[in-house]
């Protein structure tokens, strides 16, 4: 498999952006932020009212870790079952891993690495 594309990553990241925001002035809407996703806590952005899901996960300690978050795009409610988002998934994995990858430039404060 060719190394993972944040560019393209940026172009799939739009199918996200309805819920989801990035960067510097990144707030919630219908989910939170995804600043500094990669490598954080599950239910890590204070002030988001996670499903009982992420937050039981957080709790736990699971980490928002780059297969983690592949098998979450792949199909958001294997991982969370009853968890807030309503998307079918991202079903192909260059797709899948060029996102993380483009999310990945961000850190918590939405600046790019």
């Known amino acids: 498999m060719a190394e ?8 799939i990241f739009k199918k996200c952006m309805a819920c989801h925001a990035v960067g510097p002035d990144a707030k919630s809407k219908v989910g939170p932020p995804l600043n500094g996703i ?3 806590k599950w239910a890590h952005f204070e ?3 996670y499903s009982q ?3 039981d996960g957080g ?3 699971k980490i928002w870790d780059a297969p983690t978050l ?12 009853k968890g807030k988002m309503a998307f079918a998934g991202i079903k192909k994995d260059t797709e899948r891993a060029d996102l993380i990858a ?3 430039q ?3 404060s939405g600046a790019k690495k």
């Open 38 to 40: 990669v490598g954080a």
């Open 106 to 108: 961000f850190d918590a």
């Open 53 to 55: 899901d992420i937050k």
């Open 59 to 61: 709790a736990a300690g």
């Open 4 to 11: 993972p594309d944040a560019a393209m990553g940026e172009t």
């Open 70 to 81: 592949g098998a979450y795009l792949e199909n958001p409610k294997a991982l969370a079952p």
């Open 47 to 49: 002030g988001y009212s």
């Open 102 to 104: 483009y999310l990945a």
